[in-house]
């Protein structure tokens, strides 16, 4: 599977679901690495993770490897591991695209989607480090970038259904044993949410801050105006709902130029990595269960908002782990190669 000639890539945070899910979609792509190591922590060092069919990678540990001589390092062992080995990495050489929250919002630092800002890697020399936005926001930005181009985006309001592989592996456990325990009259303790999450939403992802807000609806108002535009308002309620894998969002946003329906579906249709269901029928709309192992961002439910006066609506849905992370990730290495910014 390796290319003569090709890249050597580091998956940092190797173990972990993001990590996996990193891994996967470099053989998926067929992404062009001449090698491919897997880093993680000392107490997962010697643990072996699948690289495609036949090969396997057994993993090393991050505290005391030299990145020198490799070329990309694809980062998410969380934010506090990253403030730490991805300047070391990228004063190896190493281009750093980091999952964790950690560079985001550092001015000096680029925050890429490649279907919406590729023009943003031209800057990433200055640190040589790329960061990948929040999920959330992602998924948002690839569907708002092509209405924005054409209407122009005054302001949004987002209300997510985020499902609990947002919070890694141990998010999964906690649904499968609180659902698990209910069926079987068992106690419940709320150990990685704040409440029960078997048959419940809770309104709370991440930390609060002063003013009432969470910090993960804070990085979906800040990461959006530096990918997408600064003058761009925006209002999110973040909530985490007991589905594994997949985001939901639901979306309403205030144009300054008039757009109908159809006009959004139209441009939408033709927008890169958006895939568009929208029939007014039972089921004609996509979910969380059928964006799971896809690359694209699907929008539905596409309808004027008749209480303002450029306003349109719509659903959408995404793999959180895929184009939410693992893939984002991917794809700024394969812009980057296209633009001629990342050589061996």
């Known amino acids: 599977m390796a290319v003569v000639g090709g890249y050597r890539v580091a998956v940092v945070g190797a173990t972990g679901a993001v990590g996996r899910e990193m891994i996967k979609t470099l053989v998926e792509r067929q992404f062009p ?47 506090s591991v990253s403030a730490i080995h991805a300047p070391r990495a990228a004063a190896a050489g190493c281009v750093v695209i980091d999952n964790t929250s950690h560079f985001r919002m550092e001015n000096d630092i680029p925050l890429v989607v490649p279907e919406v800002n590729p023009e943003a890697l031209d800057g990433f020399a200055k640190r040589g480090i790329i960061a990948n936005p929040n ?31 947002g919070a890694g592996k141990e998010g999964m ?33 991440d930390k609060f801050m002063d003013d009432g807000s969470t910090k993960e609806e804070w990085k979906m108002v800040v990461e959006t105006k530096k990918i997408l ?37 139209a441009i939408l249709r033709a927008a890169p990595g958006v895939v568009v269901i929208d029939k007014h029928d039972d089921g004609g709309y996509a979910t969380q269960i059928d964006c799971v192992g896809e690359d694209a961002v699907f929008v539905s439910r596409i309808r004027k908002d008749p209480t303002v006066p450029h306003g349109l609506g719509f659903w959408c849905v995404s793999d959180n782990l895929r184009k939410g992370a693992a893939l984002n990730a991917v794809q700024i290495a394969e812009t980057m190669i296209a633009r001629g910014l990342l050589r061996k």
């Open 229 to 265: 535009d600064p003058a761009i308002d925006v209002f999110a309620t973040a909530v985490r709902v007991p589905v594994f894998i997949g985001h939901g969002e639901a979306v309403t946003v205030e144009f300054e130029n008039p757009v109908t329906a159809s006009e959004a579906r």
């Open 135 to 165: 999920c959330s926001t992602i998924q948002m930005v690839v569907a708002l970038k092509p209405l924005h181009d054409r209407f122009r985006i005054k302001r949004v309001v987002v209300s997510t259904y985020q499902s609990v592989s």
């Open 33 to 79: 690495a001449s090698e491919v190591v897997a880093l993680a922590s000392g107490r997962s060092t010697g643990s072996e993770i699948s690289f495609g069919d036949k090969k396997i990678l057994t993993v090393k540990n991050l505290e005391t490897f030299d990145f020198t001589g490799w070329d990309i390092g694809l980062f998410s062992p969380g934010a």
């Open 173 to 205: 456990d906690e649904l499968f044993n609180h659902t698990k325990a209910l069926f079987v009259n068992d106690p419940n303790k709320a150990e990685i949410f704040t409440k029960e999450i078997a048959f419940n939403c809770i309104p709370h992802i």
